[in-house]
């Protein structure tokens, strides 16, 4: 099955410095990668994704860019407020409708 | 707030007991995933349902079951609890069944098995 590896498990970042998460993919058939955030005692909650047909996708501070070859995917938060600390999760979604997420990465915006 | 609801908040019980977990998805939305995130697994996908119809399963042990109701909301039935079934568990809803639908997920279930 899918196995979804993602690093670094921790991130701590100054405020207004970026922040850069990877994942990586073993499943060939996975053809779309979401990205969430979950704060202490939510849900996750989606925050930008990506399908296998594109190579990039932005949206104001928040980028994510995949490539297939290389079967690999990462998260790019750039001018790091201290509202984005949080827990981040990477996903990679089959046709099936499985999800298979990675551990997480704890990310710390020091003010 | 993600207009998916999931009831009871926190369940606590006993080794060898049976519980239900309930969600709504949000209006609209016809496909219904389950997740259980554990400390040392995170998230897995346990199994996905839409309008009623099971579309894939995950991880999902064989003591747990779940199902979608003609109106849409969906119970996942937990039994004989063991303490590493303690966990919190999310469903999320979505428009449809295609990958790629945005998945909106509900605050959870603290479930602790004593």
């Known amino acids: 099955g899918e196995n979804v590896e993602q690093h670094p498990s921790t991130l701590s970042v100054q405020e207004g410095d970026s922040a850069v998460i990877k994942c990586t993919y073993s499943d060939s058939a996975s053809n779309y990668f979401p990205w969430y955030k979950q704060e202490l005692g939510k849900g996750p909650q989606l925050i930008i994704d990506?399908?296998?047909?594109?190579g990039e996708k932005k949206d104001q501070r928040i980028a994510v860019t995949l490539n297939k070859t290389a079967k690999h995917f990462s998260l790019h938060i750039t001018e790091t407020q201290p509202e984005d600390s949080a827990v981040y999760f990477c996903a990679a979604a089959t046709n099936a409708g499985k999800s298979t997420f990675g551990d997480g990465t704890t990310l710390t915006v020091k003010p | 707030d993600s207009g998916v609801t999931q009831t009871p908040k926190h369940l606590i019980t006993a080794t060898g007991q049976r519980v239900t977990l309930r969600c709504s998805p949000r209006?609209?939305?016809?496909?219904v995933y389950w997740y259980q995130q554990s400390l040392d697994q995170g998230l897995q996908f346990l199994i996905h349902y839409y309008n009623g119809e099971e579309r894939a399963k995950g991880n999902i042990l064989e003591r747990f079951s779940a199902q979608q109701f003609p109106d849409l909301h969906s119970e996942l039935n937990l039994s004989s609890l063991e303490l590493g079934d303690s966990a919190l568990y999310f469903c999320a809803s979505s428009t449809s069944w295609e990958s790629g639908e945005t998945q909106y997920f509900g605050p959870g279930t603290r479930l602790l098995v004593l």
């Open positions: 209006s609209g939305d016809l496909s």
């Open positions: 990506i399908r296998s047909n594109v």
